[in-house]
């Protein structure tokens, strides 16, 4: 098993433009989370999704959108990129909610210039 | 004031002191994580745990419900346990979702 992948693992975007950030999982995990890490803050959930077709807002959902066509892939589209949403960003999934552990995938750090 | 608190923020340690951190919480939770990550950014679940201590190699976690408290030990430390560690709070909603404290980072020198 490949685990969680996200591509690409670094980019810089310029104020303005839009990127989707991808994420795929192969372990059949039904909940899939997007987190934002900031330096000096913990990891801030952004969007999640119980399943394919479900997802939902996190803590700070504000210039980002997300989809859930399939059980493996949960995107994260940037529209109209702004300095603020420089951060490291961070794919997770797990099977179930609550007793199973957390798998994260290598993270993609986004420069906005 | 943070729903998870963490200390100590740093810590730098010789090669085989014993270490602790510590983590509060403030809300009622189904669970809670320890999480390490690398100098390279990734991140992986040491522990998840509800009640309590749980053991892996030289790793201990333990955590008392009453006092909304959390520890996570290291025995015998070692320069490769070199990382930022994470405690997370699992809340008691359908998702299941955590929130994160700030980490605590750790140095152990030869």
């Known amino acids: 098993n490949a685990g969680v992948t996200q591509t690409p693992k670094f980019r810089i975007l310029k104020i303005g433009q839009s990127m989707t950030l991808q994420c795929t999982q192969d372990?059949?995990?039904?909940?899939m989370y997007w987190y934002r890490q900031d330096p000096g803050m913990g990891l801030k959930l952004i969007y999640y999704?119980?399943?394919?077709?479900?997802?939902d807002k996190g803590e700070v959902p504000n210039g980002y959108n997300v989809s859930r066509s399939t059980t493996e892939d949960f995107p994260l589209r940037l529209e109209l990129a702004a300095p603020s949403q420089t951060s490291v960003y961070f794919c997770?999934?797990?099977?179930?909610?609550?007793?199973?552990?957390?798998?994260f995938g290598p993270g993609t750090r986004l420069t906005v210039l | 004031k943070n729903e998870v608190e963490q200390s100590p923020q740093n810590l730098t340690a010789q090669e085989g002191e014993f270490i602790t951190i510590n983590c509060s919480y403030s809300?009622?939770?189904?669970?809670l994580h320890w999480l390490q990550q690398h100098p390279g950014g990734g991140i992986v679940s040491l522990f998840m745990?509800?009640?309590g201590k749980k053991k892996h190699g030289r790793l201990i976690a333990t955590i008392n419900i009453q006092e909304k408290h959390s520890s996570l030990h290291i025995t015998a430390s070692h320069p490769r346990d070199s990382a930022v560690y994470i405690c997370?709070?699992?809340?008691?909603?359908?998702?299941?979702?955590?929130?994160f404290g700030t980490g605590t980072r750790l140095q152990v020198t030869l």
């Open positions: 997370a709070v699992q809340n008691t909603g359908t998702a299941s979702k955590l929130t």
């Open positions: 809300v009622g939770i189904s669970a």
């Open positions: 745990l509800s009640s």
């Open positions: 997770a999934s797990r099977y179930t909610a609550l007793g199973d552990e957390q798998f």
């Open positions: 372990m059949n995990h039904n909940y």
């Open positions: 999704s119980v399943g394919a077709g479900i997802t």
